[in-house]
């Protein structure tokens, strides 16, 4: 059986496609305004690259905040879940999620069975979220790419101690004209970033093995930052951006 | 017959003194459609947003009432009444000091307060509020009360969805009686009426800070949870308890007032947890929605020992802080659908 999980998400929409247990490919689009037109856009061009027939398709499950806007989608489920099961399908010790994405960041706790037991998600504010580091990346006049590899040469990061991204960004922009380096600033917006996320778990209580998942996993230096902050070693997986989706296309693909 | 509106954080106004100087008890419940914009000049905004919206709506509309009354309730919002005083246009403006505590020092001052609002009232509209007027109040009163009740009931067995019942009780906090009675009669027949409990939706119960608009309501339902208990003022508390039948009818609104079920503003948190209990042992829920609007600080406080308290007897708790808005909150939503996800046990493949 062929199943689909598309996750839309406020910056990125993927899409997992799953055989039989199998990964089978994934892929990656910018939101955009559209949320609908880009779940179709996504799906559309998997199935094209892989040369899929929509009709094999047996079920789609769609997931993110954009979720109910896939209209073609069997049923939805909230990214909680589809985390969940996405982190339970890439490593099945995994026992607490740190989800970062676009709008909101997440901590999920599993039980040994990869059910969600408990989850704690950040408050309406981009502090903490990739729409931070995305308004630090445009104040640094920095590709938020290089973000992570920039932040790993800093030997002393610089103190960001205002959490509100409006703040934060001012308190930058004063760092760039004390001429603070860039690598120490960028470390600093990622120390930020960890305290932050730290509280939050904390409401929960964080079991190892951890995995992050979310666009922000790709950011090395936020992971660095979040693992000296936790003292504990926090594990990315490849799949980490479309984690999300391929937990939906797991579940499509139960009964 | 005119209106006479009420600023009450909870339950504490005897409506029935209202009723028997001749007019419609009227809650002030704001307009969640509506700017505060007129009340922020006078309220910054990190005030209880509710708050802020009955000062606008008093704002706009205090002419068309015959006076206004404050009950002493919710610690942040007790001095507002200064400001009313100030900028609000009313003929009439009471302040009710309904005492925090039911002791018996309490009752008495509590009878004060009656007398001193007795007066009053008789004075500005030249009235007289026999004890037989009030009697009839009360009589008006316990019947609404016990229609409601009926009507409460009935969440938990029938397809009632969240905004019906919220519907109701702002109706009846906010007409005249009569026209109450009357459409509570069709509405307990209608709902009777109703399919089963839908099995797709979950049984909660809602604690904290009051809700007001049906829009959040139909959040709620969006998410799969059906309100079937709860403990709001603008809900069970209104009427959990009816007012005591005694040959002194200010005895029996002393007694009634003091007795009904703890708000948050009201000790003792004990006696508040006393009514979940209860409510939750009458009614089997499959989770508690703790929620408290963005700056009311009474519900917030009490919302970690309430929590606590509950998770530790094994109820399934989630705690939110919202907005007063009535647009769709998509954070708020994947909260309580994970919520309810997390209840059915994930499917994880």
Known sequence: MITAGIDIGSITAKVAIFENGKLLATKVIFTGYNAEAAGLKVYDEILKEKDINKSVIAKIVSTGYGRNSVKFADKSYTEIM?????????????????????????????????????FVMNDKCAAGTGRFLEVMARAMEVNLDEFGAMSIKSKQPSKISSLCTVFAESEVISLIAKGEQRQDIIAGIHESIASRISSMIGRVGIKEPVMITGGVARNIGVVHALEKKL????????????????????????? | MNKLAYFDTSHEMPLEIIMAAGFIPYKIMGDVHKSTDPADKYLSSFFCPAARSWLTEALAHSKEWAGIIFAQGCNNTNRHYDIWKLHVETPFLHWFGAPL???????????????????????????KITAEKIREAIGKSNAIKKKLKSLSSLRSQKDIPNRDYLTAIIKCLTCPVEEVSTWLDSEITLWNSRPAFPSDKKQFLLTGSDITYVEWMDTLDDCGIRVVRDDLSVGERFFATLIPDRNDPLEALIEYYTGIPKPATRPTIQKRLDYLYQALQETKADGVLSQNLKFCEPYAYDSVPVNNALKARGYRVLHLERDFSPAADQQFANRLMAFVEMMDGGNNG
Do not use: W
């Not at chain 1, 003292?231 to 296309?249: L, T």
């Not at chain 2, 001052?109 to 509209?125: A, D, G, M, P, T």
């Open chain 1, 82 to 118: 589809c985390h969940a099961t996405g982190a339970h399908f890439l490593n099945p010790r995994i026992r607490s999620i740190i989800d970062i994405g676009g709008q909101d960041s997440k901590a999920i706790l599993l039980d040994d069975k990869g059910k969600v037991k408990n």
């Open chain 1, 231 to 255: 003292g504990m070693k926090i594990e990315v997986s490849p799949y980490a951006q479309v984690n999300g989706a391929i937990g939906a296309a797991i579940i499509a693909a139960s009964p």
């Open chain 2, 101 to 127: 505590l039911d002791s018996a020092a309490a009752k008495k001052y509590y009878r004060v307060e009656l007398q001193r609002l007795i007066s009053h009232l008789e004075n500005q509209f030249d009235v």
